[in-house]
């Protein structure tokens, strides 16, 4: 079988590709990569990490309803942290930006803070102990 060798980028579909890269920019200091305009469609892609990107694809199809976890498709993508006191940190950076957040909450799986983006897009951070 042909092997992988790691993950390129991680796109979503949203309303407003600048403005949803401008608030990922804004909240987490991502450096855009690259735009990409065609007929119809238009991206932003940032650096996630230096070797992964995510990209706001805008669709001019798009009817600019928001995101809903619950019908098939994507539920969330969760983002590492590496204690649980940087929960707490991003949870007080979000509070200070006015970010839609949960408070962090701890489970016996590990500890998670979920936020949305402005598509309402949901997102964790996650921190377990001992979580390669």
């Not at 949203?14 to 305009?37: I, M, P, Y």
Request: charged share 25%; proline share 5%; glycine share 6%.
């Amino acid at each position: 079988m042909p092997a992988l060798a790691a993950i390129s980028h991680i796109s979503f579909s949203v309303r407003d590709a600048e403005k949803s890269a401008q608030w990922w920019q804004d909240v987490f200091g991502l450096e855009r990569s690259l735009t990409l305009a065609e007929e119809g469609w238009r991206a932003v892609i940032l650096d996630l990490t230096p070797s992964i990107g995510i990209e706001f694809q805008q669709h001019d199809a798009n009817q600019g309803e928001t995101f809903d976890p619950t019908r098939t498709g994507f539920d969330h993508m969760g983002l590492k942290v590496d204690s649980r006191d940087e929960l707490d940190a991003w949870q007080a950076h979000f509070e200070r930006l006015g970010v839609e957040h949960t408070p962090v909450v701890d489970r016996e799986y590990g500890s998670v803070l979920t936020f949305k983006d402005p598509d309402r897009i949901q997102f964790e951070m996650f921190y377990m102990d001992g979580h390669p």
